[in-house]
């Protein structure tokens, strides 16, 4: 959706711009036209301002796809807040944790960090870790009884979806 | 304003809900055994318990004052948005200064720090009491 | 109701923030008490904000928000020093 020729330098993320201003809005706590405004400037400002700072634009292909994956997400992390709370609970000496390699297949820069974000989230695991080559993520477990279940469910629940909607 | 009955129930559920939530994950960082079982708890229980009792208190602000409150919601999503990434710092942090895991945990941490200076990778899930 | 409930939930926050302490005191390597130190300003924040709705102001928000945002910045820069020995690289 390019306006005119030189829209790459003059506003270089329209959809960065909208979210800062929305950020404001919700900052400010208003919606008169005064604040509006300054939202709008700092909305243009801030990108322009510090665009050689990001020389990567990240690319998203849907963003529909990724509300909808945000959704699912919290759906997951109410439901295994209530996992994790019962294994508190439990006597410590019963619990089985373990560190997990789990092989990435992601190669982008930001799809690992959501990814990353998304396992500390859920499920008694936190990531604690990616090797140097960005092959690998450590994962840390909670309570594990079957280790190669967890990382298919990690695969297929997490990893495909921001494979297509991320890279 | 005042606030209808059901609107009420909700908020107070929301609030004793999130506080139950981040008492258990206090507790779970307080009694479990090694690092890493404690990293646990902070991360998930206490965000979600923190971030349910923001959306009670936005709720409470929106109906109580007349006027919608939406700056709860910056402060849960920046909660929820933060806590992974510190989780995952702590974590980085606890295997490069070698803090032990128990010792039945199955698996090794690989050691970041040992390949990135090329010294030979060594088992570093020795118990507690080696630090 | 929600003034019935929140002396409890203030109350259950409060046991967290001890246990929290116990947690930054008791250690034992300096990484638990960051740890602690961290969860302890999570809690803080939903003190603040069931402190705001006690005293019916909306006017302590800003300083929540202010202090999630250091407490993060302040983790992230104690387990960089950790790491590298350095804050600033």
Known sequence: M????QQQYWWPRPRFS????VLWLLLVNSISPGQILIGAVLGWLIPFSTQQFWPERPHLHNAGRLLLYLLRLLKDILESNLTVARLILRNPDSLQPAFIRFPLTLTDEFAITVLASSISLTPGTVSAGLSPDRSML???VLHVTDEQELIEHIRNRYEQPLKEILE | MEMPLWLD?????LILAGAL???IGSLGLARMPDFYMRLHGPTKASTLGVGATLVGSMLWFSTAQGSVSVQEILITVFLFATAPVSAHMMGRAALH???GCQEKTNGQP???MDRLSG???QSSSSGESQR | MTEAILPVALALFSVSLLLNLYRVLRGPDIIDRILGLDTLNVNAIAVIVLGGIYMNSSLIFEAALLIALMGFVGTVAMTKYLVRGDVIE
Request: aromatic letters at 10%.
């Open chain 1, 2 to 5: 390019k306006l005119f020729p």
């Open chain 1, 18 to 21: 909208i979210f800062l201003l």
């Open chain 1, 138 to 140: 450590l994962v840390h």
């Open chain 2, 9 to 13: 129930a909700i908020v107070a559920a």
């Open chain 2, 21 to 23: 939530v981040a008492t």
């Open chain 2, 97 to 99: 200064r070698r803090v």
């Open chain 2, 110 to 112: 690989w050691d970041e």
């Open chain 2, 119 to 121: 010294r030979a990778a």
